[in-house]
């Protein structure tokens, strides 16, 4: 593909000097955003979608089309370390001799869970105190083990501290935490550009998860990711560039949006909690029956978000019965 065939098919776009790359993945958004840009030692990569063929031809087609090389990308900077944002990185890291930057919660998390041999072992007591049933324990362990070449070779990652600026075609970026949908989910923002790297936290046409369960050691991460997002608000920002979908620039009206969703949603786990019951058990009060794995590993989770704020603000307790933790709400006085 030539560069107006690139973006013919909308495989390259740019906005405020910043090139959009279009990379397809085989699973349920079935496709994410990559995005590059020159710095003053060559040039970086923001995520890089899933290790598959096509990717890579993709990416071949859109640095000629710039006029540049495998060899001129010289770092990969990370907002967190699910699949389709990490899976190129280390087959990049071998080809162009990049750093490979993820912030340390995230390098703790994928070194745990996800490039790890022994996922059951990590994740069975977490799944038992919910009440999951052990045969979707199992079929969340076989689909990370399915999908685990789309990351291969594992990159050698390097911490990305919040203290660090980046920059990108000379303005300088801040980089934030927004715990949540990983533990150390991060966005970049440019105050002179106006521009925000949401990466998952914030997309303009879906909401996405709020909380990596069971593989997040967040407290209390529906609170602590929305306080992280409402921090979002003062920001000059009129211009997102979100792990998924369309650039777009409603960014406080998504914030909010996001806020009401979280907030209907714990109100309704509240009232369906009337009597003793399961993480599970009110999990599946939220939705219909759902197929894929991980939309129901998504479901427990963000059940388990909402509880666990219902417990800081003294709505709800818990007893631990059989080994799994049974809740109900907390009696008046």
């Not at 949401?198 to 407290?219: A, E, M, R, Y």
């Not at 409603?250 to 993480?279: C, G, S, W």
């Not at 197929?291 to 007893?319: D, F, M, P, W």
Request: charged share 20%.
């Amino acid at each position: 593909m030539d560069a107006q065939q690139l973006r013919d098919g909308g495989w390259l776009k740019e906005a405020k000097g910043i090139y959009i790359i279009k990379m397809p993945m085989p699973f349920p958004l079935k496709e994410n955003n990559c995005f590059l840009a020159e710095t003053e030692h060559g040039w970086a990569l923001i995520d890089t979608g899933v290790n598959r063929k096509e990717n890579r031809e993709v990416l071949k087609a859109v640095l000629a089309a710039i006029g540049i090389t495998w060899r001129h990308i010289s770092s990969i900077y990370l907002t967190h370390h699910h699949h389709d944002h990490i899976g190129l990185a280390g087959w990049l890291q071998e080809k162009c001799d990049a750093s490979v930057y993820l912030s340390p919660p995230d390098i703790m998390a994928f070194n745990t869970y996800i490039s790890s041999d022994s996922y059951m072992d990590k994740v069975y007591g977490t799944c038992v105190k919910a009440a999951w049933p052990l045969d979707m324990v199992r079929e969340l362990e076989n689909d990370f083990i399915s999908i685990k070449p789309l990351l291969e070779p594992l990159p050698v990652l390097a911490p990305l501290h919040q203290d660090r600026i980046l920059s990108l075609n000379g303005q300088d970026y801040d980089i934030i935490a927004i715990p949540g949908h990983t533990d150390g989910h991060c966005v970049f923002h440019s105050e002179q550009n106006q521009v925000l790297f949401s990466g998952d936290n914030i997309v303009g046409h879906t909401l996405l998860h709020l909380t990596d369960w069971p593989h997040n050691s967040i407290d209390n991460p529906c609170d602590i990711h929305l306080s992280a997002l409402n921090q979002l608000q003062p920001l000059s920002i009129d211009t997102v560039l979100p792990g998924h979908g369309q650039v777009f620039s409603n960014i406080n009206e998504r914030i909010t949006l996001i806020n009401n969703h979280h907030n209907k949603r714990k109100a309704v786990i509240y009232d369906n909690l009337r009597q003793p019951m399961t993480a599970w058990e009110l999990a599946k009060t939220l939705s219909k029956s759902q197929t894929y794995i991980h939309i129901r590993r998504l479901l427990l989770a963000e059940t388990l978000a909402y509880l666990q704020s219902l417990l800081n603000e003294g709505k709800v307790e818990y007893t631990l019965v059989n080994g799994s933790y049974l809740y109900n709400r907390k009696s008046p006085g």
